[in-house]
């Protein structure tokens, strides 16, 4: 029986036996007229008190259950989630598990941006999955150890574009395809698939993008070597205002230590931390 119609069927059986045992028990005991209306008023009060607590007790225990399947079907759906990216990077061959700690930077330079809530959730999945739309492209362009050639840029400027397509599927990622979608967009506007410029592109996309360059540069990739840092981050301050959201990158600038601690697994942060 589902949570409604138990809910029900209780508060009928217990209204049935309240009413007929107490009009019988009145009756018996209340001989006088005036002081029997009186005694049925107020056993009226306490039936509604009572089975107020009742159906607060009851609808209390099957709305923590279904908060408790929700939490689990969240967890199982991340849980997914995070098997598929995982086997993402391991195809395009990126080290440290690239999707999870570009999404926990990311997540973290949103919260410091005042973003929270569902924005928050939404930015944080669209970060996990933001090279989604790789799967469509062939492991020729994806590991190439030198320079791609014009046809395979063409294909490889598809990927926001499928990646789009492929969340816009799923009810619960639609929100989180604008990070697919714009993270190769730049702030002044010569950026792919859309050439979006400044504000028009979409904040979750540009706090990612900021997350992504860093993370492409300071780290080794099949087609180049890692970055040192300070080469990095001198980077950054050079295309704030060109590539990347200048506040945004003044933003991640000042809370930099924070952000590099935030890419580090939870399970690790006391034992290391990111170069």
Not at 19 to 42: G, K, M, Y
Request: aromatic share 8%; charged share 25%.
């Amino acid at each position: 029986m589902n949570p409604p119609l138990r809910i029900a069927g209780v508060y009928m059986l217990v209204a049935a036996i309240w009413i007929w045992c107490s009009d019988r028990a009145v009756n018996a005991w209340v001989s006088d007229a005036s002081l029997r209306a009186e005694v049925q008023t107020f056993k009226g009060w306490v039936f509604v008190l009572a089975t107020g607590v009742l159906l607060y007790w009851l609808i209390r225990r099957d709305v923590r259950r279904l908060q408790q399947g929700n939490h689990r079907l969240r967890v199982g759906r991340e849980q997914a989630l995070r098997v598929l990216v995982s086997a993402m990077d391991v195809r395009h061959q990126e080290t440290g598990q690239h999707s999870e700690r570009v999404a926990r930077m990311a997540t973290e330079l949103a919260r410091l941006d005042g973003v929270h809530g569902h924005a928050l959730d939404e930015l944080r999945l669209g970060a996990l999955l933001h090279d989604i739309g790789k799967l469509a492209l062939p492991d020729t362009i994806l590991t190439k150890p030198g320079p791609l050639g014009e046809a395979e840029w063409a294909l490889m400027r598809e990927h926001p574009r499928i990646g789009h397509e492929l969340l816009q599927q799923v009810d619960f990622l639609r929100g989180s395809s604008e990070v697919p979608y714009g993270h190769h967009e730049r702030w002044d506007g010569s950026g792919y698939p859309q050439g979006l410029r400044g504000e028009e592109i979409p904040l979750a996309a540009r706090i990612f993008s900021v997350i992504d360059v860093w993370d492409a540069l300071i780290t080794e990739r099949v087609y180049k070597s890692a970055w040192p840092e300070d080469r990095v981050l001198a980077y950054l301050r050079e295309v704030a205002g060109s590539q990347l959201d200048p506040r945004l990158v003044e933003l991640f600038l000042a809370h930099y230590a924070t952000l590099k601690q935030a890419a580090v697994p939870p399970e690790l942060a006391p034992l290391q931390s990111v170069a």
